[in-house]
């Protein structure tokens, strides 16, 4: 594990850094310094290895078995977050389509990699996949809200895993612009289907007669 001074992983000597580094001395593995990042590089994790880490409080993601911090959300992001799962989870459930589920869940796309999408769903015809303590696949739909510390990692990272798992459905949030990306999955690479702005509705075929104009979505209450 990489522990670099960025979002993306553990940082130096944290709590969970020091799990790991016993962990794996314990298993006669070496640790390898880098003097170029100042970090401890550790063997990777599979998921199951991943799952088994101290609960420190903070939200992390496996990515190709490193572990990864995420940093707490902003309020724009929960307004966005919250209203979208409220509008988006009444529906669904009244039309029995599936289920919607919201942060921190893991999704388990591969045996060393499970990501945190902010917003998920999973269609009735698939829901042998949700597991108790996590998604063993890939949803149907996956919802990241962007801010300006994951912008670069959902789009360059993140969008190609969910890409090669084979999501079939990604949409992009922006609450600083109020814009919305529409991503659908053509072989093995996504297109964007609609960039939606201002008085726009976002509506899909996932969701058949569903609507949500924009201005519902990006409601911050009047605080911003």
């Known amino acids: ?18 799990y790991l580094e016993r962990r794996w ?9 880098n003097p170029f990042m100042g970090t401890k590089v550790i063997p990777k994790l599979t998921y199951e290895e991943f799952r088994q880490l101290p609960d420190d ?45 919201e942060a921190p869940l893991d999704v388990r796309l591969s045996e060393d990699t499970a990501l945190q999408p902010d917003l998920v769903f999973v269609a009735s015809r698939r829901l042998e996949i949700v597991r108790e303590e996590f ?9 990241e809200v962007l801010s300006a510390s994951t912008a670069v990692h959902d789009r360059a990272t993140k969008l190609p ?33 609609a960039t939606l702005a201002g008085d726009q509705v976002l ?11 924009l201005r519902d979505l990006f409601d911050f209450r009047g605080r911003f």
Not at 1 to 18: G, N
Not at 25 to 33: A, N
Not at 66 to 90: F, G, M, W
């Open 135 to 143: 998604i063993a696949g890939a949803p149907d739909l996956v919802v």
């Open 203 to 213: 509506t899909s075929n996932l969701f058949p007669g569903w609507q949500l104009p």
């Open 1 to 18: 594990m990489r522990a670099k001074q960025s979002r993306f992983h553990v940082p130096v000597k944290s709590e969970l850094t020091h």
């Open 161 to 193: 895993i969910y890409a090669e798992a084979g999501v079939p459905e990604f949409w992009l949030i922006d609450p600083q612009a109020k814009t919305l990306e529409v991503l659908r999955l053509q072989g093995k690479k996504y297109f964007v289907d």
């Open 25 to 33: 001395l314990r298993r006669g593995l070496v640790e390898v310094y």
């Open 57 to 101: 409080g903070k939200r992390y993601e496996l990515i190709g078995g490193e572990v990864h911090l995420t940093p707490a959300p902003h309020t724009k992001h929960q307004y966005v977050v919250h209203n979208l799962d409220i509008a988006l989870s009444v529906y669904v459930q009244k039309s029995n389509l599936g289920e919607v589920w």
